[in-house]
């Protein structure tokens, strides 16, 4: 299974961009790049994924590396509600298509 | 209104008891997914179904087992075996399709005493 690694913890200032990256140096061609995030007791969220290229959406945009071993959730402006843990996965385009999660980044906001 | 539910959302047991713990979607979806989650930890994959009637390990299966009969429902059963079983579990269903995002229970806090 191809593996993820993130910082452990990032700290951001209310109202900036928050750049978390990730590394997938063990990352295939059929291998998507999501992103999830979980606020305290409760289940992960979705909050954006891609293949290949740079993606946006109304949460977030995802930044992927020209050879995509590594990849960058953006969040543009933080807010006190985006404090939570973030994971970096990989699912592959197959029928094993475990969807396995490392420890992630907790993210703190500082009003 | 469509989603995944797990119930209850707390479960209190007594050692050496046997609990299910229920997990239903109505979005269609084939896949579904049991996790655990310790305190400050991520979540460890214990069993994964990507259709009907059939379903895998993940990486902590000892001491839980699951059944996929219907394609909506995936129940997960915390045998005694299982040491330590007190945890947040998380049910979550997706599409087969790596494209595709997956949408996660609010999860049941299991308390052994």
């Known amino acids: 299974d191809a593996k993820t690694t993130q910082p452990n913890s990032m700290e951001s200032n209310e109202e900036e961009p928050v750049h978390l990256p990730c590394n997938h140096s063990?990352?295939?061609?059929?291998?998507?790049i999501h992103w999830y995030r979980q606020l305290p007791s409760q289940g992960p969220e979705y909050v954006i994924h891609?293949?290949?290229s740079n993606v946006n959406n109304r949460m977030a945009s995802l930044a992927i590396a020209e050879d995509r071993k590594s990849s960058t959730l953006i969040l543009h402006r933080a807010t006190l509600r985006d404090a939570a843990v973030y994971y970096c996965i990989l699912r592959r385009a197959n029928r094993d298509d475990k969807i396995i999660f490392g420890k992630g980044t907790r993210l703190h906001i500082l009003p | 209104d469509g989603g995944i539910t797990q119930s209850p959302k707390y479960l209190f047991r007594k050692e050496g008891q046997n609990v299910t713990l229920s997990c239903e979607q109505n979005?269609?979806?084939?896949?579904m997914y049991w996790y655990r989650q310790d305190p400050g930890q991520g979540l460890r994959l214990i069993y994964y179904?990507?259709?009907?009637?059939?379903?895998q390990k993940g990486d902590i299966a000892e001491g839980y087992s699951v059944s996929r009969e219907k394609k909506e429902s995936f129940p997960l059963t915390v045998t005694s075996a299982q040491k330590n079983p007190t945890a947040f579990y998380l049910c979550?269903?997706?599409?087969?399709?790596?494209?595709?995002?997956?949408?996660f229970g609010q999860g049941t806090r299991l308390t052994v005493v």
């Open positions: 063990t990352i295939s061609g059929t291998d998507y």
């Open positions: 891609g293949l290949t």
């Open positions: 179904s990507q259709i009907v009637n059939d379903f």
């Open positions: 979005l269609n979806h084939d896949a």
């Open positions: 979550a269903s997706s599409p087969s399709r790596a494209s595709t995002e997956a949408f």
